[in-house]
């Protein structure tokens, strides 16, 4: 029997355990194949730039559009004319409108959105992923725009937000401290939400009751109201990395952290400070997080059932990273971390010119000798040459033994 002959659901059944490159060179075929890949072809839509944003808008038919269910978009241009928020932001919306199944939308540049895009209607949207990199005094992403974006969304149950700036009219006690804090200015222009009125602050982001996933990242969270206000969401993974002062992070935790199952931070927290963890399995510690509060940070968690723990960190830090793990699992107190199954490093940053290479393998080996007494899996894996690596890593062999390997 030929493909020809196969019938229709035969065809997407095929198509679907095909990746996006095989199914790019099956659509070549003919045009009936071509037709056929349509709906894999447009499922996920990358757009790297403003401008090719609007060359898809240009080129590629309409119709196709209803297939989109996750768009990853960046509003920067290519060339040097930097056009306005209004017309990026309009250019988005004519995608946006067409895509009747988008489950998945991440803006990046988001500072560039104009509040026209508080109109545009999306019922399926499940994930929201907002970031921004240009710098705040130019181009800011303000929090109420943010804030009333993930409030018109019903569906919504994972939020990430990067590089978001704080406003004058939420936080007017920041103005003028030291050290100075990003603000933005004249963004009264959002208006009020039809559910949350004014109130467009971040804390409010804990009275969207299908919330399961918050990120934040980059972003100054010092608000009072996270102590006061209304929980209407279980959250289920929060991540609080960048720009989070110490303080905030217990603060929040305290509100949120009876149903946590992943928990990521990059501050040191006090001992006893957080309590009632009772669902915390895994833990991560961002790359910025101070090497010498790590024993003392984790501490802070040894009541909770945590399963894994996974530290990023540069490539500069490898060696003190890795003798820090090994001392803390060396001194971790009787009947704690019963729980525990795994320890990773994750390298943020990694080259093959290295003077300390011999430190590196030293230190990694002495980790995991430590995770193999304990049968703790482990692993330090990273970036080399563009290419993911695993430069050492040990695993249980079926009988239960531990084997240990540094490349």
Known sequence: MSWHDLPTEMHLAILDVLDYEQVRALSTVDRTTYEACVPSLFKSVTLNTHDALEQFLENVPKDYCRYIQSIQVDLKRQDFNRSGRKERTNSLISLLQACLRLVALDVR?????????????????????????????????????????????????????SGATRSTLHAPDLVGVYPPVPLVVGDSDIPAHPIFGNDLNLPSLLRLTGLRTLSIKDTHLGD??????????????????????????????????????????????????????????????GEYFPVDDVAETLGVFAGSPIERVEMECFE?????????????????????????????????????????????????????????????????SGQRNGKQRIFSENMRWPDGRVRANTV
Not at 261 to 272: H, I, M, N
Request: aromatic share 4%.
């Open 109 to 161: 540049n988001a500072g560039y959105l104009h509040p026209d895009i508080l109109s545009c209607v999306l019922p399926s949207l499940r994930s929201l992923v907002l970031s921004h990199w240009d710098p705040e005094e130019m181009m800011p992403l303000s929090e109420r725009l943010v804030v009333s974006f993930a409030a018109s969304l019903p569906l919504l149950n994972h939020l990430s937000i």
């Open 224 to 285: 009072a109201r996270w102590d006061t206000e209304q929980v209407c969401c279980q959250l289920e993974r929060v991540d609080l990395m960048g720009c989070c002062e110490e303080g905030w992070t217990e603060r929040i935790m305290a509100r949120v952290g009876r149903t946590v199952g992943e928990f990521g931070l990059s501050v040191p927290v006090k001992p006893a400070s957080v309590k009632g963890l009772a669902s915390l399995k895994k833990l991560r510690i």
């Open 316 to 380: 500069e830090d490898v060696v003190d990273v890795c003798t820090e793990l090994e001392g803390w699992l060396r001194r971790r107190g009787e009947g704690l971390w019963q729980r525990l199954e795994r320890v990773d490093v994750n390298v943020l940053e990694s080259s093959d010119d290295d003077d300390e290479e011999e430190k590196k393998k030293e230190a990694m080996g002495k980790l995991m000798r430590i995770c193999g007494e304990l049968r703790v899996k482990s692993r330090i």
